[in-house]
Every structure is written in C-alpha cells, then in structure tokens.
C-alpha cells in the first residue's frame, strides 16, 4: 500500500501512508486508538475507498472496492464474531455460499467436510468439522475464521487483537497455527496492543500515530521501549501533568471489596475506594478489567469475595441491588447497553430516576422538564434540547447523556468503562473535567480505560489488571509517564 | 480432540418425538376403548393434520430465516375461493392456475414490503392477513362457493390412493420436497445463513433481501396450495377455511424444535409438530371434552411443550 490518504469530513485518518507485507511474514501493526490502523486495514479490505494512493498484491496494481473484490485478490480477514453462521457446522461455514454439489445440483455436504478436513490439517488446526459453530469456544471459532479464509485461498490474512478474548493456552495453539501459515508462504498482518505477543510471533512492526507511518523495524533490531515511545509519541498534554489529589485513606473505605472471583476472568481481586476518589483499573483489551466492573455491579455472578459499604457488608446479586447500595454503570457500549437510541435526550434521563419524578405512578411533566434541563446545563449536553432524539447526537454527547442519567440517581460510587470511546479529542476532555468535578463533590469513581494519557489525567490511583488480577496498586505521582505506564500494563520491567 | 469433547449432547433435538411418544403412549392406554388405535382413527389424525403440516413445512422455512408470515391462513381461503369461482367459470386448470396465481400475488407482495421497504414481516403479514380474507369474503358475498368438478376434489383432498387419502400424499410431498430444500440445497443454506447471522450471510455475499422475498414467496404459494386442499376436501370454496390455521402452523413448526430467532430449523420436526397438535385435537375429541375445555388443554399442552424444550 503507497501513499494512501484518507480524510472524513475534512479530518485526514492517513497522511501518506506506506505500509507493505512480504510472503511468509507476520507483520505487527501497532499504533493507538485512533491512530489509523483499523482504517488502513478496512481500506485494504474494500470496507473505506481511500482518498489516493494504490494497492499492489503480488506486485500487481489492484483496485479493491468491496470484501468480494478483497477476497479475490487473496486477502482475508479474521473476524472477531461477524463472519460465521452459529448454527451451521464448521465445514458449512468454511464452504458458506460456495458449497460443492452433486451432479444432480444438491449440496454435498460429505465433500465439504472432507474438504475442510484437509485444510484444516494442511494448517494443524484440529476440529470436528461435522460440530456446530456454536458448541465451539471463542478460540476455535477463530480457528474456523482463519481456516474459512484460507479455504477461500487467502494470501494475506489480516488479524484484528486476535487474542483479546483467548486463555493462555489458546494463545499458544493460535500462534502454532500461524507458524504453519507463513511457513507454507501465507502473510499475516497481526494487530496488537500486546507487547510481549508481537515479540513472540512477529517479524517486523509498522507503528501508526496520529494517521503518519512514524516507524517500520525488524523487531530484532528495537526495544520494547523504543516500540512504546513511537506509539506513544512525546506527548506534553494538560490532561498527563496530573498529580494525584490528597485522598484521605485514613477513614473507612466507601467501597471494600475482597477476594473476588467471578467466572474464571476475576480472580481474587481485592482493593479499597475511598471517598472522593478516582481509582483507574489500567489493562489490555480482556485482561478482566471490564468484567470487575461487571461483577461488582452484579451483572457476573461472583463465585466469592465480599463486598463492604462504608464499613457495613453488602449482598449485591443484580445490577438493582447494585443501583439500591448507591452504585451506577456506565458501560462501555453506549449504543447497545447504555441509551434507548430512538428517544429524546429527556426520555433517557428519566428512564433511570422514574420514581423521583412521579407521584402515585403517574409522571409529574413539569418535574421532568426542570429535571432534564437541569441535567443539560449541568453536562454542556448539546444541543441543549431535551426533545432531540438520542441518535441524533455526537458520540461525545450521547456519552454525556448516560453519565447525566446515572449521576441523577445520586450515587455515591461511580464505575465507569470506557468513557470515551468514539469520542471526539474536544469532548474528550470535558469528561474527564466531569469526572474530576464528581470527585471533588465526594464521589468515589473507578474507571476503565485502554487511553492511558486520560488514565494519567484523572486519577488518584491505578491499579495494573493482568489475567484478572491485580499485579500493581500505584500512587499517581509514583508513575513517571506514559511510556511508564505502558510498560507496567505490558508487564516489561521498567 | 474428537468430536465428543465439542458437541454436546442436544436433547432439545429429539424433544419432540419423545413428547410425541409419550401423548401416543398416553391416549393409546387411556382412550383404548374409544377405538384410538383403530386404523381408521389414525388415519384421520393423517388427514386432520394435512394441511397444517403442508403450511408448516414452508412456514418452517420462513422461521429459520428468522422471518414469520401470518397471512398463511387468509391466503388458503383467499385461494379457495379464487379456484371455486374460477372452477365454476372456466374449468379446473384455470382454477387451479388462478389459485396458485393468488399465492404468487400474496407472496410477492409480502416479501417486496418486507425485503425493499423494510417493513417487519409481523406487521406486513397481519395486515395482509385482514386484505386477503375481507377480499375473500367480498368476492363471495360470505356466502360458500360448492365445486362440482370430480376430477379437482379427488385430487385434492377428498380421493383416496388405495387405502390412503389423497391429503396425506400432498402432506409427505411437502415434507419431502421441504426437507431437501433445507438439508440439500443451496437456497436452504442460504436461508439458514440469513436468519442466523444476517451481516455474515452479507459479508459471505449471500443477497439476503432476496432470501427474504423467496422465503415469503414460497410460503405464500403453499398455503394457496393448502386453500385448494381445502376446497378439494370439503369440495366448497368458502372465505373461512384456514381462519387461525396460522398460528397452528408456527406451533406446529416451535413445537418441532425450530428456534423462533432463526438461524436453525427441522422439517421433520415440524412434521411431528403437525402430528402432535392434531394428535391432541383427536385424543380430547374421542375423550369426549367440550370445546372449551379442548381448547383449554391443547393451549396448555403447547405452551408446556415449549417452556421444557427452551434453551436455557
């Protein structure tokens, strides 16, 4: 790929890019949220035209306008969850809308499974081809994935964060898998956050940062820390020169929590919320941050541990008796898990306070509309209309919208996760003041974030989450930057 | 790593004909007496059923394709009348090419609604439901349209090939040609796909408007077909036949084992669904219950049969 620009409404993702992948390599692609890559690679795959540039396969120019045209060009993608039909069987799926047929036109499905058969062991991939998708684990569906595009004969195989949801051991099997690829010529384009993974499997590396190709090296011949300073860049933003504010943890913590176990992903966690505090839970994609959040709140079931409230112990079993203990969720999936998309900004924030703007079960309008105007002007929600259906709103806004909602439940424990993704830089930074301005009137909040600067921003502590649990507990003012703390989350020794 | 450790055993799948089984086993020792297993009776279970499980079969196929379709029901009447009056005016082929001509109709507006408009097939289908029997009935006046034409009511319904209804061979035909289309064919698959993983099914290139409008198409076509099964049997065309036949159909093709979300289906499951609902029509009939109390326990029996066979 050379020289490729892509703008959305006037913004430029890609300035010039060059980005190329040599047969039988694994190449990591490495870069921020938001840095380009998945653009780069959503180019590649026909999803975005880009604005100029060109693609070569083989040395050969190619023009790629949609997935089949990407297909037919010997490039394949490994999809976390899209592709697969659950209720098909693995052999199904692998010949999905290709099937091979009898001679009187029905579909043979012996034929199939033998051929899927063999391709899977030509790549060492061992699964019943006869099992349903679904009565496969998330590693072997990935297998089937990567087995369906090699099938589809794939040159070039493009690897979004295919670890984020595998155990360790999967891991190893994913990377065997791989091996076998490249040794039988096939390219992998691998993007990962994880340090140590892209050491273990990849040749070279092609770091992105801010839409600019900042640098591409053999991985032999670059540091761990070199790879972080170019993903990270010197950054000297307002938002990292944050100190950590005096906390008293003299007195009894707002929220206790010890030995938690939830579900395989949580595993003995314990740690202490104190008033007023802003706690960070720093990690990799999967590493279990998210699923803290989940298991306090009562949406896992907790296999142990206990919970305190200000001293007294609490049974928190579904995510009311969570809202009833004064602790609120704002999830990371705004769209699906955290608004009603198609109704007004008002009817969002009410949804959560129902009792305190009724009498007798019936809405009290005049309640509601002060309420919902109060909540605009408190958030800076714009544009400040509490008819405007949430849909219509910026990202940054809808996010606004969800924290307003659960801030007017008066919680005194605030969890947040990822608050802002798919938010843009200028909102951005208003929610991180909103989250300093909640702290400061005494609200305790834990938040979640895979931005680290934002991490560094706001918080009074973090605590480094690996394998679903907790490796680190750092005071804000024992970590020196970004780079720093990067390297903590990979779990490289500073 | 063989097979055993990744498909777990499902016996949601062999549900129903466990049930099926045990309702046989159940009126068999307690309706012995009221001749329950004579040949005649189970004969007439065959016959009472037919043209459920033939609407059942294409209904199985719009279910998996997550789809649903509620005008089955106006449509058969619809059908029974357009081929009574078109019998009396112009003779049986005509009648039987006009009667397939409103289920192509029906079908294809169904499915242009629900695959370019957008519009939900529950909504779509209601309302089409209401336009085809009010048009039924206006068309006739509410009043039965008899048919006189031997060869037309021998054919459909009321003949015998041997000692077998001609019902029960258009019953099996649908379950035949169903069972290939779903297992064996490429559009099975693809309808499999589509009501499974939508944007999957798009990503593997698979049209799946067009999977949709087909699936509407087909069921709508059948169940014209079961209208003329009814004219054929009850050798009248008459704007009531198939009233409520629909949700018989769907109970037939849930009870079956097919997942009301699609992505999944089994016509010879759907086949023992049929047989079930008509098995339990025939059992409280011969115990002698009224009406009410049938209608009472049949409901039950269904919405039990569905509540152990769910997913948990």
Redesign the interface.
Known sequence: MQNINKSFFGTRVLKDVNFSVRPGEVHALAGENGAGKSTLMKILQGVYTMDSGSIKVAGESVEIHSFQDAQRHGIGMVFQEFSLIPELTVAQNIFLNREPKNKIGFIADRDSARRASAVLQSVGIEIDVTAKVSSLSRAYQQLTEIAKAIAADAKILILDEPTASLAKHEVDALFKVLKQLTASGVSIIYISHRMDEIYQICDRITVLRDGNLVAVETLADITPQEVIAHITGRKDVEMLTHDGRQIDRSSTPTLKVTHLSAGGRVKDVSFDLYQGEILGLAGLMGSGRTEILRAVFGLDKKSSGTLELKGAEISIKNPRDAKGSGLALIPEDRRRQGLVMEHSVSANILAANLDKLSHLNFLNFTKIDEFSQTAITDFEIRPPEADRQVKLLSGGNQQKVVIAKWVATNPTIILMDEPTVGVDIGTKVEIMKLVRSLAAKGNSIILVSSELPELLGVCDRILIINDGEIRESLMRHEIRDEDHLQLMVQGINA | ???K????FDWRASFIYWMFALIFLFFAVLLHADGFLGPNNLLNIFRQTATISVMAVAMTLVIACAEIDLSIGGVAGLSSVVVAITIRDHGAVAGVLAGIGVGLLVGAANGLLVSRIGIPSFLVTLGMQGVAVGTAALITNYAPIPILNDGFNRIFGSGSIGKFPSVIFWSFSAVLIGW?TL????L???I??TG??R???E????DTKRIKFTVLLISSTVAAIAGMIYAGRLQTGRYEWGTGDELSAIAAVILGGTSLFG??GTIIGTLFGALLVGLINNGLILAGLPVSEQQIIRGLIIILAVALAKKK
Do not use: E, P, S
């Open positions: 790593m063989k097979t450790l990744f498909t777990r290939i297992t064996r064919t490429t099975g698959r693809r499999l796909a499974g993983n944007d999957a099914a990503f593997n290139g698979i992505g999944g």
